[in-house]
């Protein structure tokens, strides 16, 4: 007996991620699974098919995935896709049910069983499933680099013979695994760093990193380690406090966003307005709008002397760390469902219950026990 396991192309533009890697396939194997992939799935990030062993590629997707037991991607797959899946298939991938309502009830209509990735709950013993965790220290750790670039000076502090230049200023805005990453490599190139969250719990964090903490009295921590949005009064209080640090910063890097939602407006437009000539800002929430107001998703734009950088899909900018990562969070998922070379989804397990987004022809609620009674 074997699970037999599909790994599909990515089709969606600038997505260069792929759901599993040589190091991860000889797990699978050894966990029940017989591998099938589409051609070509890793060529985005340069692999090969032949670095792969003992996994049969096929061109076409629809047959590739018509005998799966669990077929995985990155992205939500096309409509098509779900079409050709067998009834009580179990799908793995990033779906957002909120922006995909189609595939949703597609899924329910086809019964597949589907396991969102942005749904693992963030719990100590899920974070070696955590997708948005991993692809989000990637993105943190980058937008130092994007901010870098853009910038017409350096984030050390040189000395030289003609004399002594830097360090830069480093405003992290949103103290998530993106941020907290970002603030670790900004602090590490030399850079000074500020560290700001409405989640006063971050403060131990952003001092552990060796940057500053920006308080401004305002406490908007929210359910799932997320935060609730503030009101007007809160608005108010915290821009006042924020401005002049946002205004003497030379790179600012924002975070915070909370999947499935729009993202905070962090920095109105009078705040980018007086920031000073030649700083940069990198948005990383621009998934979800963004956190600046003037940031225009996918574009790097120039507002005035500011430069406001609002790259999508950064953890696909770096492909080949990004589908490691990912391919060992789903390997640690299926581990839980994967035994004695069969498929056995035990809707008693937190973990499961709560990434599940349908089962049968339903969807499933996020408490276990509601998981538990709809399985």
């Not at 220290?137 to 853009?150: D, E, I, S």
């Not at 939602?261 to 980018?272: E, G, H, M, N």
């Not at 574009?299 to 770096?318: E, K, W, Y």
Request: hydrophobic share 45%; proline share 3%.
């Amino acid at each position: 007996m074997y699970v037999n396991v599909a790994v599909l192309k990515e089709t969606q533009a600038h997505e260069r991620r792929v759901a599993l890697t040589p190091s991860v396939a000889a797990r699978l194997i050894k966990l029940g699974g017989k591998l099938h992939m589409q051609a070509g799935a890793g060529e985005a990030i340069k692999l090969a098919d032949a670095a792969f062993t003992d996994v049969v590629f096929m061109d076409d997707r629809k047959a590739l995935v018509a005998d799966a037991d669990v077929v995985l991607a990155v992205q939500p797959p096309a409509l098509d896709v779900i079409d050709a899946m067998k009834e009580g298939a179990i799908l793995v991938s990033f779906i957002y049910a909120n922006k995909e309502p189609a595939l949703v009830q597609r899924l329910l209509d086809r019964k597949i069983t589907c396991f969102a990735m942005e749904r693992v709950p963030r719990i100590t013993r899920a974070q070696a499933m955590d997708a948005l965790s991993s692809q989000s220290a990637l993105a943190g750790y980058y937008a130092v680099q994007l901010g870098a670039t853009h910038l017409a000076r350096i984030l050390p502090k040189m000395t030289t013979a003609a004399g002594a230049i830097g360090p830069a200023k480093v405003l992290v805005m949103g103290l998530g695994v993106a941020g907290l990453e970002a603030m670790a490599t900004a602090h590490r190139l030399g850079a000074v760093v500020e560290g700001y969250d409405v989640r006063p719990e971050t403060q131990e964090q952003a001092l552990s990193l060796g940057a500053t903490f920006v308080e401004t009295g305002v406490d908007a921590r929210g359910k799932g380690g997320y935060a609730r949005e503030l009101t007007e009064d809160e608005k108010t209080r915290v821009a006042a406090v924020l401005t002049k640090h946002i205004q003497a910063a030379d790179l600012i890097i924002t975070t915070a966003a909370i999947p499935g939602r729009a993202s905070p407006k962090l920095i109105s437009k009078a705040q980018v307005a007086g920031m000073k000539a030649g700083s940069v800002i990198v948005d990383l929430s621009a998934e979800g709008g963004g956190n600046c107001e003037d940031t225009q998703p996918g574009r790097t734009t120039q507002v005035g002397q500011v430069t406001i950088v609002a790259p999508l899909n950064v953890p696909s900018l770096l492909g080949e760390d990004a589908s490691e990562l990912y391919a060992k969070n789903q390997f640690n998922l299926l581990a839980l469902m994967m035994k004695d070379n069969i498929v056995a989804i035990d809707w008693g397990d937190e973990v499961l219950a709560k990434t599940a987004l349908t089962h049968a022809g339903k969807l499933i609620d996020s408490d276990a026990k509601s998981a538990a009674k709809a399985a």
